[in-house]
């Protein structure tokens, strides 16, 4: 993650210098509270124009490994979206709309560093299932009654092509796709001490690995927790 877009283009194009059959692509994360709504906030992701395919990160609660998981349009229209077009999580939309036919209105604020809100107008023509580990749930109201909670929408990045916005209030995201994951590991750790800048990569890769290891310190524990239990018996 940066607000520096060019560090990951560069990171994109390295790696697919070095792997042809890598595919890759790079993102941003808005956020910002709307006003309209009393405490929601929204968590847009800008996507390139033409990509159909969108993954949502999540957060595993057992153990907190971070990982992407497929984001499925359950109603409507399907990625890849065009510019004015937008797809809302499953439990906003009924928070929002309750049942009401697509494509619905939205109006989106766009952080720009001022104090001004300033507001994109977006057709949501479909809905994305929820991710519950990712924290999407229907929105509640709070003690004061309130409207309160978070979603998820996504858009074309083309949306916002000359406007001014605040890109300290950007997360800057590449998700890549390859067959040899521990390069693109040591790349984003290499970039990181050449660029000294902060870069964070989780890796499916490292985490099945991880979890692999640990399934096997656990078996050969019930192993020797095993043997010894026969021995004990054996003897008495």
Not at 50 to 76: D, W
Not at 163 to 169: H, I, L
């Amino acid at each position: 993650y940066t607000n520096r877009a060019n560090i990951f283009y560069d990171l994109l194009q390295q790696i697919k210098e070095e792997d042809e059959g890598a595919y890759g692509y790079a993102y941003f994360t808005t956020t910002a509270v709307m006003p309209q709504y009393d405490n929601v906030y929204a968590n847009v992701i800008w996507l390139p124009e033409n990509e159909n395919i969108v993954f949502r990160e999540c957060v595993e609660p057992k153990n907190g490994i971070l990982y992407a998981s497929k984001t499925e349009v359950i109603s409507g229209k399907g990625f890849p979206l065009k510019k004015g077009e937008a797809i809302l999580n499953e439990s906003a939309y009924r928070s929002f709309f309750g049942d009401a036919s697509l494509p619905v209105s939205m109006d989106v604020p766009i952080p720009d560093g001022s104090n001004e809100v300033k507001f994109l107008t977006l057709q949501i023509v479909g809905v994305a299932a929820d991710h519950p580990q990712a924290g999407e749930a229907p929105l509640t109201y709070d003690y004061q009654g309130s409207l309160t909670g978070n979603i998820q929408l996504y858009a074309s990045a083309s949306n916002l092509n000359g406007m001014e916005r605040e890109a300290g209030e950007e997360k800057m995201q590449v998700m890549v796709y390859t067959q040899y994951p521990e390069k693109v590991v040591a790349y984003c750790q290499q970039l990181e001490s050449v660029a000294q800048i902060t870069v964070v990569c989780h890796s499916v890769y490292q985490a099945q690995t991880e979890a692999k290891q640990q399934q096997q310190i656990q078996a050969q524990s019930k192993m020797l927790t095993s043997m010894i239990l026969l021995i004990v018996l054996s003897v008495n």
